[in-house]
Structure formats: C-alpha cells, structure tokens
C-alpha cells in the first residue's frame, strides 16, 4: 500500500520559513517524479513544485519561484519543500504526491498517490 506523509506545516509569521517534508513508502521512490500542490479555502488546488526521479530537473509555479525549493533523497524515499520569504497567500494545506514520469510534470491529473496534506499558515 502507497503511503506519503507530510510533516513540517505550522504557524509562521510573514517572512519567515519552513520546511515540509514527505516520506513515501510502498512504492520505489526513485522511479517517480515528485510534486507539491496547495489548496487554499474556497480555492482550487494548484501546483507549487516539481521534481524528476533523479532529482535533476525542477520546475516552479510563478508564484513562488526564488522563495521555495523542491528537492528529494531517494535513500529516505522523501522530498522536502523548503519555503522562505513567505506571505499570507501562501497559506493553505500543502499536499505532496508521486507521478509516475521521469522528468518533472506541473500537471495533477498526472499523480498517481497523495499524501494527506499539512496545514501552513502565514500571519500577517
């Protein structure tokens, strides 16, 4: 059974940062590409981040591009999202997920598993 389970979330004050994490298990990790999306209230989930099985390709969604950093050990089967410089707007539940593609995918019909989510919320 597929399992991917994001920590790290919390309470932040504007400007600061965190850093998510997801391990993933039931799966072999290195074969799948990695994403993070976010779902604010009343909003629809949207991309943040991606990145390939090796790790060697990223891509951003503009609005966080310069502030967040995607990146994954495939020995620990997890992938991290280091967040700086955030704002209100990030706040939201931040999901991670495992597609099974090789290089990177913005695209979230393409995941195959999710993980539960974890609740980031950045005070003015």
């Known amino acids: 059974q597929v399992q991917l389970v994001e920590s790290g979330g919390g309470l932040v004050q504007a400007g600061g940062s965190l850093r998510l994490s997801c391990a993933a298990s039931?799966?072999?990790?290195?074969?799948?590409?990695l994403g993070w999306f976010r779902q604010a209230p009343g909003k629809e989930r949207e991309f943040v981040a991606t990145?390939?099985?090796?790790?060697?390709?990223?891509d951003y969604a503009d609005s966080v591009g310069g502030r967040f950093a995607i990146s994954r050990d495939n020995a620990k089967s997890t992938v991290y999202l280091q967040m700086t410089s955030l704002k209100p707007e990030d706040t939201a539940v931040y999901y991670c997920?495992?597609?099974?593609?090789?290089?990177?995918?913005?695209?979230?019909?393409?995941?195959?598993?999710w993980g539960q989510g974890t609740q980031v919320t950045v005070s003015a």
């Open positions: 997920a495992a597609a099974r593609v090789v290089f990177t995918t913005p695209l979230a019909e393409q995941y195959n598993y």
């Open positions: 990145i390939s099985s090796s790790g060697g390709y990223t």
């Open positions: 039931g799966l072999t990790f290195s074969m799948y590409c």
